[in-house]
């Protein structure tokens, strides 16, 4: 990772952890953080930088805070690999 991917990386989880409720989760907060790192890989950047930028993290804000708030009982990837890992051992007992 560059320096200016773990600035931008470190700014996103500090702006959705004002956001984040699910203080139990931090598996999903992960996959959240990377989510978004994946559909803005680099910081927002437009004609009118700063309002830009502001605007649309706010968006993103409220968009986060209101899809926490329907999927608290969600299965992270953390939680799949789990599971995955848990019933090939179980299928490895058995034999």
């Known amino acids: 990772m560059t ?6 990386r470190e700014e996103v989880i500090d702006f959705l952890g004002d956001y984040w ?3 139990g989760r931090p598996d999903l907060f992960n996959d959240v953080v990377d989510h978004v790192l994946k559909v803005y890989p680099e910081r927002i950047v437009g004609e009118f930088d700063e309002f830009y930028a502001q605007e649309h ?3 993103l804000g409220e968009a986060f805070a209101f ?3 329907h ?3 969600a299965l992270s990837s ?3 690999e789990f599971m995955a890992n ?5 299928r490895k007992n058995e034999q």
């Open 3 to 8: 320096e200016e991917e773990i600035t931008w």
């Open 67 to 69: 899809l926490q708030t």
């Open 21 to 23: 409720e699910l203080k």
């Open 86 to 90: 848990a019933e090939e051992q179980r």
């Open 78 to 80: 953390e939680d799949l």
């Open 71 to 73: 999927c608290t009982s």
């Open 57 to 59: 993290l706010v968006i």
